[in-house]
């Protein structure tokens, strides 16, 4: 056996430096964003600052442990770790607590929530490498992309039904990750367009137009007109191409009925908040002190911080409760009010090197396993980062996406965790791997 002392002296120190980092201040910003008179106390386990280092201690036993299994435990207990989340995913549905909407939640003895969507991301993010990392599979080849798409969708499918829209969206980053090892851009490009589609949908499912003989054209069809007119223009511009056509007379149809499907699954799958804050991020409402309560305030508290911020603990806009949710998806507001420009830049910054660090990690590596698990967790920072800026800032609909090492929260908390700590588990054993 191994020494053990060599998986030490291995370790990224610099990826465990960011991390410690932005623990750090995760926790000052849950302090500053809660702080109260009354309160003062950093130690105090009332308050959720106080849990949040309960959370942050048994996280770094989680990171020791981590550092301290085989590197093929990972490999060899992948499957059995998705299938467990699974399971997780299907029991939360039948016995989980419903809390704001959406049934995602363990929650024990009134007090400790769990959220068995943090375990799947982990499960599949190890079931996908270990998938992707056999020999014989080529991304390339419809049959293996198929079989990858399969493990995404039974968990995706799972989330949907609690609903959890911002946790499907997490999964669906697994992309770049398959992306990396050979799946062709053509379908990140249709993903694209699948986005681009529901949303000009969404903008034009109010709308109409009124046209002779007392005829009203629903919205949906304007943009089915359109599809049909620029297939029109291109079928006349390769009439000599009859395969092309075909292809395009297929997918104009596929268009056509997605458009349709629109209106179900806006008004049958998303939540009534989720599709109020989906018609207020898109102007179709506007609604400031009702969906767009939110994103309003959050503005206010984060152009308030100027340039410098306002200094720790001297946030107005947070310390007297204007910004909801302000210690979980919006604590970003007490940085952009307290730091400013300076301290946002910073933590933003330190986002960015973390997952160039993963990035740069996948890309040393010589077991594929590694490389692919590298950036399916390099895919969920970044897809948690650019999600909750948006929504704080009035880019992204509010789906409640945490922002990693800084929202409140126990079961997210160790999730980043065991993710980082695999990546640099991993890494610790590249040099013992034969090219």
Partial sequence: ???????????????????????????????????????????????????????????????????????????????????????????????????????????????????????????????????????????????????????????????????????????????????????????????????VLFMLAIILRTSSIDLPFELILDGKYILIIALTAIAGIVFWLIKNYKQAKFVISGVLLICIGYIMSVDYIFENVLKSHHQDRINDLLGVTFDPSGAGYNVNQSKIAIGSGGFSGKGFLQGTQTKLDFVPEQSTDFIFCTVGEEWGFIGSFVVISLFMFLIIKIIAIAERQKAKFSRVFCYCAASIFFLHFMINLGMTIGLAPVIGIPLPFFSYGGSSLWSFTILIFTVIRLDSERKYLLG
């Fill in 1 to 195: 056996m191994r020494n053990r002392i060599n998986i030490f002296q291995n370790v990224d120190w610099a990826l465990i430096t960011i991390f410690l980092t932005l623990m750090l201040m995760g926790w000052l910003n849950i302090y500053a964003a809660t702080y109260s008179e009354d309160h003062q106390s950093l130690f105090d386990f009332s308050q959720s600052y106080g849990k949040q280092l309960l959370w942050i201690g048994t996280a770094l036993g989680l990171g020791l442990v981590m550092l301290m299994l085989e590197e093929r435990f990972f490999s060899t207990f992948s499957n059995v770790i998705y299938f467990g989340g699974i399971l997780l995913l299907i029991a939360v549905l039948i016995f989980g607590k419903e809390i704001k909407g959406a049934k995602s939640w363990f929650v024990i003895a009134n007090t400790i929530s769990l959220q068995p969507s943090e375990i799947a991301k982990y499960g599949t993010a190890l079931a996908l490498s270990k998938f992707v990392g056999e020999y014989n599979v080529k991304m390339q080849s419809f049959k293996s992309q198929f079989q990858a798409a399969a493990i995404l969708i039974i968990p995706i499918i799972l989330i949907l039904l609690q609903p959890d829209p911002g946790s499907v969206l997490v999964f669906c980053s697994f992309i770049f990750a398959m992306y990396r090892e050979g799946l062709s851009g053509n379908i990140l490009l249709i993903g694209l367009g699948a986005i």
